[in-house]
């Protein structure tokens, strides 16, 4: 398993932003995933966004999809989830997920909760 350290959340009117990092190390490698889930409370686990290291592919979640993006930084080691025009309904625990040295599970790609490392989770309330 790979170690993650996220960073970012808070709370935010609704229509403002957020940023969640996620950095991954030992996890550069092409054909590795990253991405986040999140979990509101009494709802089921819903997967958020995916990346492949490479850039080659992303997944995002119809509920997300022109608002959230998902990105590498330089160093390649780091994901972003850019969230914009939040709403309510994003209220909730986001937490990074990885797929690392399986040569890509496509088959998991659309599902960052079943990735095989997670990390602690970052709490993101938006607020009317």
């Known amino acids: 398993q790979v ?3 996220e960073s970012g ?4 009117k609704a229509g403002g932003s957020l940023r969640l990092s996620c950095r991954a190390p030992g996890c550069s490698i092409a054909a590795n995933f990253v991405g986040w889930f ?3 409370p009494g709802k089921e686990r819903e997967g958020v966004a995916a990346i492949v290291l490479d850039g080659s592919s992303t997944y995002y979640a ?3 999809k022109g608002r959230f993006t998902i990105s ?3 160093a390649k080691d780091t994901v972003v989830l850019q969230m914009n025009s939040l709403q309510d309904e994003d209220t909730a625990m986001y937490y990074c997920a990885a ?3 399986y040569g890509g599970r496509w088959y998991l790609f659309d599902r960052p909760y079943e990735y095989e490392s997670r990390g602690q989770g970052t709490r993101v309330t938006v607020s009317s």
């Open 3 to 5: 170690y993650l350290v």
């Open 9 to 12: 959340g808070g709370s935010v």
């Open 38 to 40: 999140r979990q509101a």
């Open 99 to 101: 797929d690392c040295g």
């Open 62 to 64: 119809d509920s997300v």
């Open 72 to 74: 590498q930084d330089n």
